[in-house]
């Protein structure tokens, strides 16, 4: 498995603003991936974090909005940009290990917009 | 496009009885599937995996059979606990591919002493 650590934990901010979560993992992955939990949902992948390019984002996620950056193959991040109260929920970073069909998570970023 | 479908709860068990969690799934190929669990105030944890027909994942107690002709992968417990108290989310995941996974919505499982 993988140790997969992600900063802050959890924040509280304004209409507006931006918020980076950062997402590290103790070892060289193949994939890591973005996911976003809306209070009582299920999981809803954002984007494929790509190392050295651009990343891959799902329908309805746009670049704009959700910038993420992977400048290596064991660190990524998220911002989640003019945050609105509707951006409130739980982002989770995840990674599939080289040669594994697994998916593990990080304990997520509990992010709530006032 | 690829789904997955599971029972919506919460499910209220009593200690000691039998679990069962549907999870059914639509994909073009065949996936690798898993059974994720959250426990309250934690992050998601694996619980169990199967990566082709037939295949049998268990762990902790629990088991799930990946069933290709009905394209389901239900999760069992023969005794559940008051410790199994969760959300339980079934996924799928293109075996061998680059994506990320596809989840059900969760079930929320309540066990009651």
């Known amino acids: 498995s993988a140790v997969i650590s992600q900063k802050p934990s959890r924040d509280i901010c304004q209409r507006g603003t931006s918020l980076t979560i950062q997402c590290q993992v103790d070892s060289q992955v193949t994939m890591m991936f973005w996911y976003r939990q809306q209070p009582g949902q299920s999981l809803t992948l954002i984007a494929t974090?790509?190392?050295?390019?651009?990343?891959?984002?799902e329908s309805g996620f746009v670049i704009d909005k959700f910038p993420i950056s992977r400048p290596n193959l064991t660190f990524s991040t998220l911002t989640v940009s003019n945050m609105s109260p509707e951006d409130s929920s739980i982002y989770l970073c995840?990674?599939?290990?080289?040669?594994?069909?697994?998916?593990?998570f990080g304990p997520g970023t509990r992010l709530l917009v006032l | 496009g690829d789904s997955v479908t599971q029972m919506e709860g919460p499910v209220t068990l009593s200690e000691e009885a039998f679990l069962t969690i549907n999870c059914t799934y639509t994909?073009?190929?065949?996936?690798?599937l898993f059974w994720y669990v959250q426990y309250p105030g934690e992050g998601l944890q694996l619980l169990l995996k199967?990566?082709?027909?037939?295949d049998k994942g268990s762990n902790k107690g629990f088991e799930a059979t990946y069933r290709k002709e009905t394209t389901s992968f239900h999760l069992e417990k023969g005794s559940v606990q008051v410790s199994d108290s969760a959300v339980y989310f079934c996924?799928?995941?293109?075996?061998?591919?680059?994506?990320?996974?596809?989840f059900g919505k969760g079930t929320h499982l309540i066990i009651q002493p």
């Open positions: 995840s990674v599939r290990l080289r040669g594994k069909e697994t998916q593990y």
């Open positions: 199967a990566t082709k027909a037939d």
């Open positions: 974090a790509n190392q050295g390019s651009e990343a891959t984002y």
């Open positions: 996924a799928q995941g293109v075996r061998g591919g680059a994506d990320g996974l596809t």
């Open positions: 994909a073009t190929g065949y996936p690798s």
